[in-house]
């Protein structure tokens, strides 16, 4: 899994990605050739310390890879962000609503 790198990556795909608002996660797509899905997150300082947002960026990283790894044909190469607009519950299953956007997103 890659990362979105670079200014112009990131504001292309604000201004011209596919957008889908699931639970407390909004999730841009933007098509571009590559060879593996590149991700980015965006997680506003109100969620506390950077501990905090790395943690809940880590469980989105390793919801996404799960995805990948037992549906790999959900996923298209290209760019992918994800926005987090409020904090997930403990119960919250992120696999789940990663792969709910994510069909949404491409039917």
């Not at 501990?51 to 995805?67: K, L, P, S, W």
């Amino acid at each position: 899994m890659g990362k979105v790198t670079g200014r112009d990556r990131h504001a292309s795909l604000l201004k011209r990605g596919l957008r889908i608002k699931k639970g407390p996660f909004e999730i841009i797509y933007l098509y571009e050739k590559t060879e593996i899905p590149c991700l980015a997150f965006a997680i506003p300082k109100k969620f506390g310390t950077a501990v905090q947002r790395n943690r809940i960026r880590r469980q989105c990283r390793e919801a996404f890879r799960q995805v990948v790894r037992y549906d790999p044909k959900s996923i298209r190469e290209g760019n992918y962000l994800i926005k987090i607009h409020s904090k997930p519950s403990e119960e919250f299953n992120l696999e789940i609503v990663l792969k709910e956007a994510l069909n949404e997103l491409f039917e």
